[in-house]
């Protein structure tokens, strides 16, 4: 297949992607296989997707990113020859979603009522990217700092008191109701999205074995001539690191319970741990 063949199979197979794993796989499976003669050319598909298609087939194209950077950071991982190794050192794609993560969520999760939809399911992948080192961790708290600090959408009116608001009916369109069955739709493509990203949340490393090849979620971000590579238990540390919260009275009444529990005062009797007849 030439490039164009390739570029206009793969646009009609994104606009074809749900929430289903298998349809996922699919698109993934093409992206990797034609990555490179055409990568550069699939990921402009992919990035105008995100700009034109509907809000919900956006979300879709941002699941399909996720299990996309976790197929190309396994291929690397598993590259055996120089060769190879040469041509999956930045990752495939993800150097591309680092470099215009910014640009994408831009159009995933839009400015304004038309965003919100897809406002709380970007941040949990981010969130997921972050601690499984995908990307750059700082990188990512940069955009979700963005999306945070964009104003509350306002109530839309419903019908302009002046001419100077008829400037603002072409952004307003975009804000139109989802039909009924399309928010049912919605619904069960969330349910199974989230679903999945929960089994994989609770992937964690088993092994130590430089033999054995490790998760994509736990790579290393860092190259061989960058110096000594982020180890899997580093990373779940800095994850449960991030997550604690500082020293403060509910710790140390926790602690002065548990002290307790197991040094009882000598006021205190024993339990009595016969039977009794």
Request: with cysteine.
């Amino acid at each position: 297949m030439d490039p164009f063949e390739v570029r206009m199979h793969f646009i009609e197979l994104l606009r074809r992607l749900n929430a289903s794993q298998q349809s996922i796989q699919k698109v993934v499976s093409y992206a990797i296989k034609h990555f490179p003669p055409c990568g550069e050319d699939i990921w402009d598909c992919i990035v105008e997707e995100t700009q034109k298609g509907t809000i919900n087939s956006r979300i879709n194209i941002l699941y399909f990113i996720d299990s996309l950077c976790e197929t190309c950071l396994l291929v690397k991982s598993r590259s055996t020859s120089e060769r190879s190794k040469a041509a999956n050192a930045n990752g495939l794609y993800v150097s591309f979603v680092s470099r215009d993560l910014s640009k994408i969520i831009e159009f995933i999760v839009p400015e304004g009522r038309q965003g919100l939809p897809n406002l709380v399911s970007t941040k949990q992948i981010l969130g997921n990217w972050r601690s499984k080192r995908y990307l750059d961790p700082q990188r990512i708290d940069d955009v979700l700092t963005t999306l945070d600090s964009r104003p509350t959408p306002a109530p839309t009116e419903k019908s302009p008191s002046s001419k100077s608001s008829l400037s603002s009916l072409s952004s307003q369109q975009q804000n139109i109701p989802l039909s009924r069955n399309e928010v049912n739709k919605r619904i069960e493509q969330d349910r199974e999205r989230h679903k999945r990203l929960r089994e994989r949340r609770w992937v964690q490393p088993i092994t130590h074995n430089p033999t054995t090849p490790q998760l994509a979620c736990f790579y290393p971000l860092t190259e061989l001539t960058d110096g000594q590579e982020e180890s899997a238990l580093d990373i779940e540390f800095e994850n449960e690191w991030e997550t604690t919260s500082d020293w403060n009275e509910d710790d140390e009444e926790a602690i002065g319970e548990e002290a307790e529990l197991a040094f009882p005062s000598d006021d205190e009797k024993p339990h009595d741990r016969s039977w009794g007849h």
